[in-house]
């Protein structure tokens, strides 16, 4: 079954460009708010990008103007375009919806200098 399913991650040079794609779960994926997040080596997991079912979207201060997120909600899909990568980007990357407690595998983003 799928409920949380990211892809997309890899290996890539400061200011290369990545698409994360996300599929949910439509009970996860039809309620709420649907959100990228990162969690670093030794940091807290933080918030990347948010977006409501309608498409309206907010993002981290530290992603503003290079990350763009969407969804495509006849295919319980989230999005994740990551333009002009920096090496703090890298991290373990995560969606799910906002206050959902049970998370994915993730899928790992390294930005190399």
């Known amino acids: 079954q799928v409920q949380l399913v990211e892809s997309g991650g890899g290996l890539v040079q400061a200011g290369g460009s990545l698409k994360l794609s996300c599929t949910a779960s439509?009970?996860?994926?039809?309620?709420?708010?649907m959100g990228w997040f990162r969690q670093a080596p030794g940091k807290q997991r933080e918030v990347v990008a948010t977006?409501?079912?309608?498409?309206?979207?907010g993002y981290g201060d530290s992603v503003k103007g290079r990350f763009t997120i969407s969804r495509v909600n006849a295919n319980n899909t989230v999005f994740l375009q990551m333009n002009n990568l920096e090496p703090e980007d890298t991290a373990v990357y995560y969606c799910?919806?906002?206050?959902?407690?049970?998370w994915g595998q993730g899928t790992q983003v390294t930005v190399s200098s």
């Open positions: 799910n919806r906002v206050g959902r407690q049970t």
């Open positions: 439509p009970s996860i994926f039809n309620i709420g708010l």
């Open positions: 977006i409501t079912f309608a498409g309206s979207v």
